[in-house]
């Protein structure tokens, strides 16, 4: 992710209103603050969803493998992990632990893409 913000810094760093605000004496934090971050916000929050994301698939598989947190805590993965085994004769076990993962999982994407659209309002223009 660091070679895409930096290519994207340097894309950016050569557009016109970024060399008109250096050539009207703007410093370069205020050219960073106001020009830089703003158009690469929408970059940086798409990152950070599936950060966040990958995190949680991270942490739920590895409990789930026994690996991650272990009892007497409780993770989603040791959730799903003790209801694999009674998923035949009592599925809600296993079943409500899997829907609460899906449900949180899309909910930070939505959560994200709302966050994506309200900061960069010309991303979502190009949809189908």
Known sequence: MAQVVRSQTRSLRNRD????????GEPTHTILSRHIIPNMASLLIIDAT??????????????????GIQKPDVSLGTLLSDGTAAAVTRPWL?????????????????????LRDAIDPTSGMNRD
């Open 17 to 24: 209103f970024v060399r008109a605000a250096r050539y009207m």
């Open 50 to 67: 599936l950060g966040v994301v990958s995190a949680i698939m991270a942490e739920t598989s590895l409990s789930y493998f026994g690996f």
């Open 94 to 114: 296993f079943v409500f632990p899997a829907f609460v993962l899906i449900i949180l999982l899309f909910a930070i994407s939505l959560v994200g893409d709302a």
